[in-house]
């Protein structure tokens, strides 16, 4: 192999300053998207190994708009950094160098590789949009409606997207004597109808409080 090609070689696997800058921005629109979205991604996460994050999830909601704003200028970085025309550009990047060296594997890979972080972003911050679309809104029990069955509404604080709903309706319709469940994420009531010989309204609403990040109060009865 020449002198030559083995230069072209180190050229290839070399990362400019510029392209290490770009992935950085990636990464961090990327993990910024993800926090922006942590009221739903983080607790679906957490779920998986076991744990609890809704309350974690709740707290870092009220930075939304922040890490949105994050997200928004460090993809903006990326662009710039992928898409800006060198000051001196005498050569053509798509045909090499005078040297006939390929163009950089980097700079080849940087176009796709910021499309790519672009749809993650898009993804993760629309995620609370997107899982609250499949949010089940109602649910119902294991006891059966009857004469008896009566039904109180629950004034649920804590909320942070629509998708919080699922997790609530799935606590209360798992509660022995609970026929029916409902939850409008827009007012924050829950409708239960639930059979009195078995579980009261009171602990229904202990159900939810019992549930990291929730609180409930009995409305009516």
């Not at 002198?3 to 392209?19: I, M, R, W, Y």
């Not at 992935?23 to 607790?43: D, K, N, Q």
């Not at 997200?71 to 662009?79: D, E, K």
């Not at 019992?210 to 109060?217: E, H, I, K, M, V």
């Amino acid at each position: 192999m020449s002198n030559s090609n083995a230069n072209c070689t180190l050229e290839q696997n070399v990362d400019t300053p510029k392209t290490k800058a770009a992935r950085a921005t990636m990464a961090g629109a990327i993990v910024a998207a993800i926090a922006a979205s942590s009221c739903c991604v983080l607790p679906a996460i957490l779920a998986v190994l076991g744990v609890s994050g809704l309350g974690v999830a709740a707290a870092l909601e009220a930075y939304r708009p922040l890490f949105l704003g994050v997200t928004a200028l460090l993809l903006g970085i990326g662009f710039y950094l992928v898409y800006r025309k060198p000051k001196t550009a005498t050569i053509d990047a798509s045909e090499g160098d005078a040297c006939g060296c390929p163009a950089p594997r980097t700079r080849r890979a940087g176009k796709p590789m910021l499309w790519l972080a672009t749809l993650a972003v898009l993804f993760f911050a629309s995620y609370p949009h997107i899982a609250g679309a499949f949010a089940q809104t109602e649910k119902s029990g294991d006891t059966a409606l009857t004469a008896a069955s009566k039904q109180v509404s629950l004034n649920v604080e804590g909320m942070t997207c629509e998708s919080c709903v699922t997790h609530i309706v799935t606590a209360l319709t798992d509660t022995p004597g609970v026929v029916k469940a409902s939850i409008a994420f827009s007012d924050g009531l829950a409708s239960v109808t639930y059979d009195p010989t078995q579980v009261e309204p009171e602990a229904l609403a202990q159900v939810v409080s019992a549930l990291d990040g929730y609180t409930a109060t009995v409305v009516s009865l």
